[in-house]
T-cell receptor, first 115, second 114 residues
Framework: EAGVAQSPRYKIIEKRQSVAFWCNPI?????LYWYQQILGQGPKLLIQ????????DSQLPKDRFSAERLKGVDSTLKIQPAKLEDSAVYLC?????????????FGPGTRLLVL | AQSVTQLDSQVPVFEEAPVELRCNYS??????LFWYVQYPNQGLQLLLK??????LVESINGFEAEFNKSQTSFHLRKPSVHISDTAEYFC????????????FGTGTKLQVIP
């Protein structure tokens, strides 16, 4: 079974530029999560999708971050414009139906450096 | 809201020695608890979880964790570590019942010394 795929693995941009990350969850998983992991901190949930609907985006900085999951499968997270403090690893995870006790399966992450 | 604290950012230990990684949580209601592991250059993987029932949970690679409600702890232990256990370990908590997001700790880097 293929795992969660993310691309690119690494990205370096200058502040005020835009960037997009892509995630393809495990086949059949209805729930998709995007996390931000800043160096020295644990992952912080940015947004959770159930199929193509948003369940929780309370910690997503909506003035600069956006995410979509149009067909209920893969997803894109965008930052526009980027700030220095956005430097982090962006993790995508998926689970079958999104129950709190379920195992979340994580991708390898995209490491973003904003200069 | 729930929170989780991992006081040790790094834990060095010699190979074949025992190890304990500490995790404390705060919540006034019932919780589910998890330990995730992140090996170098890999994504997070679930190591073990406590949902209900027996307070001692085990993983397939020899780790175990005990849910202690009175001390609000969920420490991870292994009686004898191997080089391959070198990784970063994250404790996580979520409130049981209904939709609740998972809150992760800041992680503990376990360095096994040969």
């Amino acid at each position: 079974e293929a795992g969660v795929a993310q691309s690119p693995r690494y990205k370096i941009i200058e502040k005020r530029q835009s960037v997009a990350f892509w995630c393809n969850p495990i086949s059949g998983h209805a729930t998709l999560y995007w996390y931000q992991q800043i160096l020295g901190q644990g992952p912080k949930l940015l947004i959770q999708f159930q199929n193509n609907g948003v369940v929780d985006d309370s910690q997503l900085p909506k003035d600069r971050f956006s995410a979509e999951r149009l067909k209920g499968v893969d997803s894109t997270l965008k930052i526009q414009p980027a700030k220095l403090e956005d430097s982090a690893v962006y993790l995508c995870a998926s689970s079958t139906v999104g129950e709190v006790f379920e195992t979340q399966y994580f991708g390898p992450g995209t490491r973003l450096l904003v200069l | 809201a729930q929170s989780v604290t991992q006081l040790d950012s790094q834990v060095p230990v010699f190979e074949e020695a025992p190890v304990e990684l500490r995790c404390n949580y705060s919540s006034s209601v019932s919780v589910y608890l998890f330990w995730y592991v992140q090996y170098p250059n890999q994504g997070l993987q679930l190591l073990l979880k406590y949902l209900s029932g027996s307070t001692l949970v085990e993983s397939i690679n020899g780790f175990e964790a005990e849910f202690n409600k009175s001390q609000t702890s969920f420490h991870l232990r292994k009686p004898s570590v191997h080089i391959s256990d070198t990784a970063e370990y994250f404790c996580a908590v979520t409130l049981s019942g209904g939709y609740q997001k998972v809150t992760f700790g800041t992680g503990t880097k376990l360095q096994v010394i040969p």
